[in-house]
């Protein structure tokens, strides 16, 4: 048998199985149970949380022929079609490959027909938003009045690009960002059936490279597998993905801090030279700055590090999230090591920081230089009323000197 990767091996099966989803999969399931279905709905959130696996768990427990208490018994020859994708009622469509008017035509055709193995005919349209505008026209009409035995499911990920007629006939549903927590507890699941031996740091770890996405958790996941084999940690996905582990992210922060440049640079040299992806370690770089921002909203950080980072000037990081953010549009615009080294030599300016309140605490004592610098002899003038460009140009306008004859 061919391998089966883990994001659909593991892909729910029932709304029970879907983490982190519950308010989508309670409003459809009572949507089932009191049969309150609506002809079409949107499916709108980020990526790989789950919109396509709850339109097919949907479509399957609508047209199970034993569901029970809301749920598609996955054992009957509907749910075992639609499973294994050839219920001929069930039409999924790539909006991303078929963007235009025929495609919409051809669903059009075959939605005159009436179903033919289960109870109702469902198209799942996966990256709607990708729809031309003319296709999105063509669907219109059939979407606002289909035959009862009808649906359609429009997937997306960018909700606003799906034109407003259409968004009005249609149910939205919307799928929340998947937590670091719930992708953490999905990895647990998979390593335990998988018989992965992972310890928490790397399943964190892995959760916090997976992009708010529990599809991409699950891929990572299973590539981390394939080069440890059975045994994955925290030094291999150091391998991996470079050093974007908490403790590698820390000290590099540390050594922003502390405008050891020299010593920062070299860390995103070698990240580049060993063909890591520096977006990646910036992202990470960026998401701990943030947390530290966090920390000094809240009482008392039980973090150790949090801790020792908010006795100092709270300017200091506030600075470094402005030079860190401007790092990754800089990023796009020229070499991505050249971004970031250039942001690296901004960060070191930091060393010259010096508190509000310390200021405000001490008051402003300007240290006075060795020894002056030499300044060259100016003319004696009367102190001068107003700036020095405005005087330059008062002096052309001064009226004529008059002279004292008495002196000669
Ligand atoms: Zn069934």
Redesign the pocket.
Not at 63 to 67: A, D, E, V
Not at 72 to 76: F, I, L, Q, V
């Given at each position: 048998m061919s391998y089966i990767p883990f994001a659909r091996k593991y892909r729910p099966k029932t709304f029970s199985e879907l983490i982190g989803q519950e308010i989508p999969a309670t409003i459809l399931k009572n949507a089932f149970l009191y049969d309150k279905i609506h002809h079409a709905y949107i499916f709108a959130g980020h990526k790989g949380t789950g919109k396509t696996t709850t339109a097919r768990i949907f479509s399957?427990v609508i047209?199970?022929?034993?569901?029970k208490d809301g749920e598609?018994?996955?054992?009957?020859q509907?749910?075992?079609a639609i499973d294994s994708g050839s219920f001929i009622d069930i039409v999924e469509m790539d909006a991303a490959s078929n963007r235009g008017i025929d495609e919409i035509r051809n669903i059009k055709d075959g939605a005159s027909y009436m179903p033919m193995q289960g109870k109702k005919k469902i198209y799942i349209i996966d990256e709607a938003h990708m729809l031309t505008k003319e296709a999105f026209n063509a669907l219109l009409k059939t979407i606002e009045e289909p035959p009862p035995s009808l649906m359609f499911i429009l997937c997306t990920t960018e909700f606003d690009k799906i034109i407003p007629t259409i968004q009005s006939r249609c149910q939205k549903i919307v799928f929340s960002k998947a937590s670091k927590q719930n992708i953490k507890k999905y990895l647990s699941y998979i390593a335990t059936k998988e018989y992965i031996t992972i310890d928490e740091e790397s399943l964190e770890l892995l959760a916090e490279l997976s992009d708010d996405s529990m599809r991409d958790g699950a891929s990572l996941l299973d590539q981390a597998n394939t080069y440890a084999n059975g045994n994955v940690s925290i030094d291999i996905l150091k391998d991996m993905f470079g050093p974007v582990d908490r403790e590698s992210i820390r000290t590099f922060l540390r050594l922003l801090i502390e405008a050891k440049t020299k010593d920062a640079i070299s860390i995103v040299q070698k990240i580049n030279e060993k063909g890591y992806n520096l977006r990646l370690f910036w992202e990470n770089i960026y998401k701990e700055l943030k947390n530290i921002l966090r920390a000094f909203a809240v009482e008392e950080p039980t973090d150790e590090f949090y801790k020792s980072m908010i006795s100092k000037p709270l300017e200091t990081f506030l600075y470094l999230e402005d030079v860190i953010s401007q790092g990754f549009s800089a990023m796009y615009q020229k070499d991505a090591f050249l971004a970031l080294e250039i942001s690296i030599l901004k960060a070191s300016l930091i060393k010259d920081f010096v508190s509000i309140s310390e200021v405000l605490n001490k008051g402003f004592s300007v240290k006075k230089p060795e020894t002056p610098p030499a300044e060259e002899p100016k003319p004696k003038t009367a102190s001068k009323e107003y700036p020095e460009e405005v005087e330059n140009v008062l002096e052309v306008f001064k009226p004529a000197k008059i002279v004292n004859y008495e002196e000669k």
């Open positions: 399957k047209n199970c022929l034993n569901p598609p018994c996955n054992e009957c509907n749910c075992k």
